[in-house]
């Protein structure tokens, strides 16, 4: 069961505004790393169902979380069928993300008053995720869909649309300025964000870090 209601995680995205996305098979490892993104200010990480008993690893950060990090709101990411949602909300999934528009899961969503963020990459699909009660919408892969002048010229005719780009964000300065000026909601950061060390082993200090300065310049550009 989810821990935080739906208001509560809109807000806590609408002021935090990254959001980490992240898969790993070691359970180990992914606690480190909600630890360290946490530190550096995030109250919001999407764990993504892309591994064999992802579900499992889940279930135990979702215990972790609730214990040593307790304002850390977990969603899940990377699910496309309804059966699936249903799974990770009884797992205790804060918040959906889709990289797709699946009806189903919207319903699943809304029956539990679970925020659903869909994939979309046009105005169109951006339009029907709205009216099936997306409050987010994720575009995906940023970049390739159209970068942040997508974003401006959806903002145009649509301002009220809240767009979180995921692909090809920087946790830089520059790079978060570019498409939070664009009209960007929030933004969701991958692999750029955990960085690694020379042995290629996950530096945790420089995650703590680099998330940090990715918070300050959310708060600084965010619309």
Known sequence: MARF??????NTINEIGIVPVFYHEDVAICKEILKAVYGGGVRIFEFTNRGEGAHKVFDELVAYAKETLPELILGI?????????????????N?????????????TCNRRK???MPGCGSLTEINYAESLGADIVKIFPAQQVGGSE???AVKAPCPW???????????TDENLKEWLSSGAHCVGLGSQLFVKNNEGN?????????T???VASFKKYKK
């Open 95 to 107: 918040f959906v993300v889709a990289p797709i528009i699946n009806p189903e899961m919207a319903a």
């Open 150 to 152: 997508f974003i401006k």
């Open 114 to 116: 679970i925020p659903w």
């Open 202 to 210: 996950f530096d945790y200090e420089a995650i703590k870090e680099t």
């Open 212 to 214: 940090k300065q990715a």
């Open 161 to 171: 649309s809240n767009i979180m780009p995921t692909g090809g964000v920087q946790p």
């Open 5 to 10: 209601s739906k208001l509560q995680v809109l």
């Open 77 to 93: 990411g990377s699910v496309v069928d309804a059966g699936t949602t249903s799974l990770y909300i009884q797992l205790g999934a």
